[in-house]
């Protein structure tokens, strides 16, 4: 079903609203997307789990994310 169905990406980032989110993995996809929405969350990248804790527990700087 997930093949043959759009991906609906824009709805959940609208439901999760203006708060802070962190992409995963080496790419930048999320964050790219998120930079076509005027009400996207903000999102960090991080290429790792350890590098994701680690801008968990660090409070979001003006420019820092994908809003920038």
Known sequence: ???????????????IGPSDAVEIGPGSVLRGLARRMDDAPRIRGAGTWDQAEALVAQPVQDGEASKA
């Open 1 to 15: 079903e997930q093949l043959v169905r759009p991906v609906r990406w824009t709805d959940v980032m609208r439901r």
